[in-house]
């Protein structure tokens, strides 16, 4: 396949991972206690037509190389843990956390971890 065409697709499919992520953030934004995702991306290899300081004919050297990318993937989806606002429920058992931190949790012999 040509390398542009490789690399363009390869674009596209990240960026298509990235679009519904934040599909799925927008149809979470009202859900209490959600966390946002964010896509991280890397890129792929590169390919070097000619290095950096190669020599060009008549005795010059070139200051700068050549890098061609082969593309772009998907590495990560992380949760971003950024504080959300906190909102008065009325119920004598709601908690909320201000800052960072997580609820510490039981049920029978599990233990379990909530950030909210």
Do not use: C
Not at 35 to 63: C, H, V, W
Request: overall charge positive.
């Amino acid at each position: 396949m040509n390398l542009s065409l490789y690399s363009a697709a390869t674009g596209m499919e990240a960026q298509q991972l990235n679009l519904n992520t934040i599909a799925n953030n927008l149809a979470n934004v009202s859900s209490r206690g959600f966390k946002r995702s964010k896509i991280e991306f890397q890129d792929m290899l590169y390919q070097k037509p000619r290095a950096t300081g190669a020599q060009n004919g008549g005795g010059n050297q070139l200051p700068t190389g050549i890098e061609v990318g082969n593309g772009t993937r998907v590495v990560a989806t992380s949760k971003v843990f950024s504080q959300g606002q906190l909102t008065a429920t009325g119920e004598k058992f709601d908690l909320g956390i201000q800052g960072e931190g997580f609820f510490r949790g039981s049920a029978a012999r599990w233990h379990f971890g909530v950030h909210a």
